[in-house]
């Protein structure tokens, strides 16, 4: 099954469709085959990204939904679509993320797992007030800082690629299935910004 491929796996890469309107975003193992699919919609008020296991979007795999229409601190719920069960929550943290992107990952019950956080406040700042060609990383740590993963960009103008690497979490103490959709956010977020 794909919830069992996910869950196994430590790496994966994910990318930004570049001729689609609005966006779409594709979660792929290292040696290139599909895992997830997501097709933003344009013109919501609230953010309502559905993850598909295929292009054609036969099977919806997770649901990522905004809990406030305008949010300066977003709030994301995760939601496995088979079973309709919450798995945990991403949350923008809003002042913060004007400066230096930062987000916490949280449980089904809104308690805090992990942070996600870009590399360096210097690169950051040049990204945001003079140009926007370095490419970001992000790292992954929970309360203790122990580091859970990193995603990384490519260095690309035109196309947005990750590379994602949870190898550091040998417990698997993070879902991948939140992980995944915090980068799907990521794509989602960054694409507006540009």
Same mark, same amino acid.
């Given at each position: 099954?794909?919830?069992?491929?996910?869950?196994?796996?430590?790496? /994966?890469? +994910?990318?930004? !469709? $570049?001729?689609?309107?609005?966006?779409?975003?594709? =979660?792929?193992?290292?040696?290139? @085959?599909? *895992?997830?699919?997501?097709?933003?919609?344009?013109?919501?008020?609230?953010?309502?990204?559905?993850?598909?296991?295929?292009?054609?979007?036969?099977?919806?795999?997770?649901?990522?939904?905004?809990?406030?229409?305008?949010? /300066?601190? +977003?709030?994301? !719920? $995760?939601?496995?679509?088979?079973?309709?069960?919450? =798995?945990?929550?991403?949350?923008? @943290?809003? *002042?913060?993320?004007?400066?230096?992107?930062?987000?916490?990952?949280?449980?089904?019950?809104?308690?805090?797992?992990?942070?996600?956080?870009?590399?360096?406040?210097?690169?950051?700042?040049?990204?945001?007030?003079?140009?926007?060609?370095?490419?970001?990383?992000?790292?992954?740590?929970?309360?203790?800082?122990?580091?859970?993963?990193?995603?990384?960009?490519?260095?690309?103008?035109?196309?947005?690629?990750?590379?994602?690497?949870?190898?550091?979490?040998?417990?698997?103490?993070?879902?991948?299935?939140?992980?995944?959709?915090?980068?799907?956010?990521?794509?989602?977020?960054?694409?507006?910004?540009?």
């Amino acid at each position: 099954m794909l919830r069992e491929e996910i869950m196994s796996r430590d790496k /994966f890469f +994910a990318k930004r !469709d $570049v001729f689609v309107i609005g966006g779409a975003f594709r =979660i792929m193992t290292p040696e290139g @085959k599909l *895992l997830l699919y997501c097709r933003q919609k344009l013109f919501k008020l609230r953010e309502d990204l559905r993850v598909y296991s295929d292009p054609e979007k036969k099977k919806e795999v997770l649901h990522i939904q905004a809990r406030q229409i305008l949010d /300066f601190s +977003a709030t994301y !719920d $995760v939601i496995d679509s088979e079973t309709k069960e919450k =798995i945990g929550v991403l949350r923008r @943290k809003g *002042l913060r993320s004007m400066i230096r992107d930062n987000w916490e990952i949280l449980d089904k019950n809104d308690n805090y797992l992990a942070s996600i956080m870009e590399d360096s406040l210097a690169k950051a700042m040049i990204r945001r007030w003079l140009f926007n060609l370095l490419p970001q990383t992000y790292y992954m740590v929970n309360s203790s800082q122990s580091r859970l993963g990193e995603i990384k960009q490519f260095f690309n103008p035109f196309i947005h690629k990750f590379s994602m690497d949870f190898s550091a979490d040998r417990a698997k103490s993070l879902d991948r299935r939140l992980g995944l959709a915090a980068v799907i956010l990521l794509l989602a977020i960054e694409g507006r910004q540009q």
